[in-house]
C-alpha cells in the first residue's frame, strides 16, 4: 500500500486537524481502487469499529470529496466513489450533536507507535497501535487535563520509540506521575516490552478512565500494569506505592506535561525525593512543554535543590510535516529532562 495513504490514514484516527493532514495527492485520488480502499479503510463502520466522531469524518470527508473532484480530468475516465458520496450524504442528513456537546463525549483516538528505526512495512491492520478514549476538550472539577494527550507525552513517546529511548524500558519496572489518559503507561507495556508498569494519577476521575483504556489495549491484568491514585508530596512509607515497589522493584520513572503548575512542583519534587529514597538508582525521565520558562526552571532548580542531577536529552522533535508516526505540533518548545540522584548522596 502506498505510503502517502497509510500516513493519511494514520493521522485521521489520531484525528489530526484537517487543515494539517497529508492529503494524499491528485494521481492517488482520482484511481477509483484508492477511493475504494479510502471508504473502506476510514468510513465503513462494518470493517472499523474504533472510527473516529461523526462529526470529525464531515470535516474530513468534505475537503476529500473537494480533492478527489479536483483531481478527475476526465470525467468520462474518472468517477468518484458512490460509497464516499453516499456516506457525505448519510453524515449531513444524521442527527449529529451540537459542537459543544460533541467536544466533551468520549472519542476514540488511536496512535501509531511505529519504532523509529523500522523500515518495516506494516498492513493496515497490523501496525503497532496504542487506541484510547479521550474527552478532549473536558476539564475535571479538580481542573485536571487527564482526559487528553498532550503533546510532552507524544514527544516522550516518540523518543521512547527510537532504540536508545526503548532500551530505557523494555525488560524495566516502570512508574508513571500523571499519567492522564494512559498513553504512555500502555505504549511501555504493550509495545515497548517493559516488565511492568504502575500508571498513577491524582484525579479519581482520570484513574476511572485510564482503567478503560487499559481494557482497550488488552491490558486489564494487574500482573503487567497497575493503576492507582497517587497524590504528591505525602510520604511513601507504609502505603501501597512501598509494597508496589517490593513487589516489582523500580527502574524507571516517567512523567509527562506534569511540571506546569508551579505550586505542584514542590509536591511532585518530593515525591521524587520519595522514590529515590525506596530505590536509589531509579532514572527519571520527565518530558514537559515549555509553555511558561520561568515554571520549567522552577522544577529544574527545585530538582537541583534537592541534590538531584539534572541533564536535557538531545531529541529534538520533527516539524508535523515530517512525522510519520505520532503527530503533533511543536510551536511550543518541548524538553524531555534525564533526572538521577547525585551518587554522593546515595
Known amino acids: ?85 453516499t456516506h457525505l450524504s448519510s453524515l449531513i442528513s444524521s442527527n449529529l450533536p451540537p459542537e459543544a456537546t460533541a467536544v466533551q463525549q468520549k472519542t476514540y483516538v488511536t496512535f501509531s507507535s511505529l519504532p523509529s528505526s523500522s523500515n518495516e512495512v506494516y498492513d493496515t491492520g497490523d501496525e503497532p497501535t496504542v487506541t484510547l478514549l479521550e474527552r478532549r476538550h473536558l476539564i475535571s472539577g479538580s481542573l485536571t487535563t487527564g482526559f487528553r494527550t498532550w503533546e510532552a507525552a507524544l514527544h516522550l513517546g516518540s523518543y521512547l520509540l527510537t532504540p536508545e529511548g526503548s532500551s530505557l524500558v523494555r525488560g524495566k519496572s516502570v512508574i508513571e506521575l500523571g499519567a492522564g489518559t494512559g498513553f504512555l503507561s500502555i505504549l511501555c507495556a504493550k509495545q515497548l516490552e517493559a516488565a511492568h508498569v504502575t500508571a498513577t494519577d491524582g484525579d479519581e476521575g482520570v484513574v476511572e478512565a485510564l482503567r478503560e483504556n487499559l481494557f482497550l489495549n488488552g491490558l486489564d491484568d494487574e500482573e503487567k500494569v497497575l493503576t492507582s491514585i497517587l497524590r504528591w508530596g505525602r510520604g511513601l512509607k507504609g502505603t501501597w506505592v512501598e509494597e508496589d515497589c517490593e513487589a516489582w522493584p523500580y527502574d524507571v520513572v516517567i512523567g509527562a506535561d506534569i511540571t506546569y503548575d508551579k505550586i505542584a512542583i514542590s509536591a511532585l519534587v518530593a515525591t521524587l525525593r520519595f522514590l529515590f ?70
Open 1 to 85: 500500500m502506498d505510503s502517502q495513504l497509510l500516513l493519511f490514514r494514520r493521522q485521521y484516527y489520531q484525528l489530526v486537524e484537517p487543515d494539517f493532514l497529508a492529503w494524499p495527492p491528485k494521481q492517488l485520488l482520482r484511481d477509483a481502487g484508492v477511493q475504494a480502499w479510502l471508504y473502506k479503510k476510514l468510513f465503513d463502520a462494518d470493517g472499523n469499529d474504533r472510527l473516529p466522531p461523526a462529526r470529525y469524518q464531515l470535516r474530513v470527508l468534505k475537503p476529500l470529496l473537494a480533492k478527489i473532484e479536483q483531481a478527475i480530468e476526465d470525467p468520462e475516465e474518472d468517477e468518484i466513489s458512490d460509497e464516499l458520496m
Open 277 to 346: 529514597d525506596m530505590r536509589p538508582k531509579l532514572q527519571v525521565v520527565i518530558s514537559g512543554a515549555v509553555r511558561n520558562a520561568e515554571t520549567f526552571e522552577t522544577f529544574r532548580h527545585a530538582c537541583l535543590r534537592s541534590k538531584f542531577d539534572v541533564s536535557e536529552v538531545d531529541f529534538q522533535p520533527k516539524p508535523m510535516r515530517e512525522q510519520t508516526s505520532l503527530f503533533y505540533a511543536t510551536a511550543v518548545p518541548l524538553k524531555i529532562l534525564m533526572i538521577t540522584r547525585n551518587e554522593a548522596t546515595i
